[in-house]
């Protein structure tokens, strides 16, 4: 991610703020980014449900700030531009 590929994200009004936790955000990188929940769960040491259950927590965050998170592309997606996992190359 470059710096003016960060400040754009930052500043861009429409992307609010869904308050993910840094629990979450672990979880979010590591599930999004192709992770299985069982493989994040053992990743993380924590059972399968405790996984499910901060998937369904961001996914009720972003979508109270209008931010569409129902599938794991969507998640994938929202990651990204709140900075969590790095945007693709461009090839």
Excluded: C
Aim: aromatic share 8%; hydrophobic share 50%; proline share 3%.
């Amino acid at each position: 991610m470059t710096s003016e590929w960060a400040t754009a994200l930052q500043n861009d009004p429409l992307l609010a703020d869904a308050g993910i936790t840094a629990h979450e955000q672990l979880v979010l990188m590591r599930f999004a980014d192709v992770a299985s929940a069982q493989a994040v769960a053992r990743e993380l040491e924590v059972a399968m449900s405790t996984i499910e259950d901060y998937v369904r927590r961001i996914r009720a965050k972003y979508a109270r700030v209008g931010r569409h998170a129902a599938t794991k592309v969507d998640l994938y997606k929202r990651a990204i531009e709140d900075g969590f996992l790095p945007a693709p190359a461009d090839f």
